[in-house]
Each structure stands twice: as structure tokens, then as C-alpha cells.
């Protein structure tokens, strides 16, 4: 009985040390390969004013697709980095960075979401869901007078250290090194930008 536990733990092992192993070929290939990129920009933002808070919320478009999906099955925690800031007269009154973190369990093949920005946590087995996870924003901002305000956000990918490689990887080359950002003016009574 007890070589027959073992025997199902190696097997386990060895599933998990192959899921890994896959994970950081697909990186070497995506390093060695040609890539399309994306073209990530943010859209359908719209601003809500409640009391003395505003509220955005928009959405990263075309942010992950070609090799996203192997890189967020490496393994390793993927941050994706949102910076915010708010502006009155050129100063800035407000500055904030969030991030949606993601790692993915080879195990029980579910990726697992953590949205700083709302809050929450979220799982999933679907790659279609997660993308739509990780691409929304919500963010809110509180201040007594908010009124000709500037606020400008824009995203960004960390590089990540690929110990197989022994190498470091800029995840902003998926992006064509280019930040997706926006900026808008703030006032109460606008409902929609």
C-alpha cells in the first residue's frame, strides 16, 4: 500500500515537473521565434461621480492574445502594472499604481486572478475568461472637489527572470514596447468620455 502511494505521488510529480518544464519550452520557443505582438489600448471608458467619489472604468483591449496564453501557464506570478494620475493646473494631486496578478496552477489547470483595483480574487480553467478578467478596470478616487481634473492611465508588463534560461524577459516586447494609455478630463456632469 505504501509503494502504491508513492508511486501515485511520483507520477503526480512527475505530471507537474512536465506541465513546468512545457511552460518554460513554450517561453525559449516564443524568445527564439518570430511574434506578432498586440496592439493594446484602452476603450470604452466612462467616468460616474457619486457624492465626493469619481468612478472609471474602462477596458484593455487587445492586450493578450499571441503567446500570452503560454506565458500565463508558465507558472511564474504575471502582474499586470495600471498606473493612475490625477492633475489640477500641472500638479498633481493624486498618484496611484494597482495591479491584476495572475498565476496558474498546472495541477488543477486553473488560472488564479487578483484584481488590486476592485479588490477581489477570482479563478478560472478558461483562458477567454481570464482575458476578460484581467482587461477591465475599475477604479475610484475620492476628493471633495472634483473639477477640471486630468486623469491620465496607462499599463504596463514587468520583466520576468526565466531561471531555465538564466535569462531576464521583457513582457513590454509582447506590446511592441509601447504603454497603452489615455487621458481625460474630469467633470461633474460628465457621465461619459
Not at 3 to 23: D, T, Y
Not at 38 to 65: G, I, V
Not at 121 to 145: M, Q, V
Amino acid at each position: 500500500m505504501l509503494e502504491a502511494l508513492f508511486f501515485g505521488r511520483r507520477v503526480m510529480f512527475q505530471i507537474l515537473a512536465e506541465k513546468v518544464i512545457s511552460g518554460l519550452a513554450a517561453f525559449s520557443m516564443l524568445l527564439l521565434s518570430s511574434y506578432q505582438g498586440n496592439e493594446a489600448s484602452f476603450s470604452n471608458y466612462t467616468t460616474s461621480f457619486l457624492d465626493n467619489r469619481m468612478f472609471l472604468e474602462c477596458k484593455l483591449e487587445n492586450a493578450f492574445d499571441n503567446d500570452f496564453e503560454e506565458i500565463f501557464k508558465s507558472g511564474q506570478i504575471i502582474d499586470v502594472y495600471f498606473s493612475v494620475k490625477i492633475e489640477l493646473k500641472n500638479l498633481i494631486i493624486h498618484e496611484e499604481e494597482f495591479k491584476h496578478s495572475i498565476i496558474f496552477d498546472p495541477l488543477t489547470q486553473v488560472f488564479n486572478i487578483e484584481l488590486e483595483d476592485q479588490d477581489l480574487t477570482y479563478s478560472t480553467n478558461s483562458y477567454e475568461e481570464l482575458k476578460i478578467i484581467i482587461s477591465n478596470i475599475e477604479y475610484s478616487f475620492k476628493d471633495e472637489n472634483i473639477h477640471d481634473y486630468i486623469l491620465t492611465l496607462n499599463a504596463y508588463l514587468p520583466k520576468i527572470r526565466l531561471e531555465a534560461l538564466n535569462k531576464d524577459f521583457d513582457l513590454m516586447m509582447l506590446w511592441k514596447y509601447s504603454e497603452p494609455k489615455f487621458t481625460m478630463k474630469l467633470e461633474k456632469g460628465d457621465n461619459e468620455n
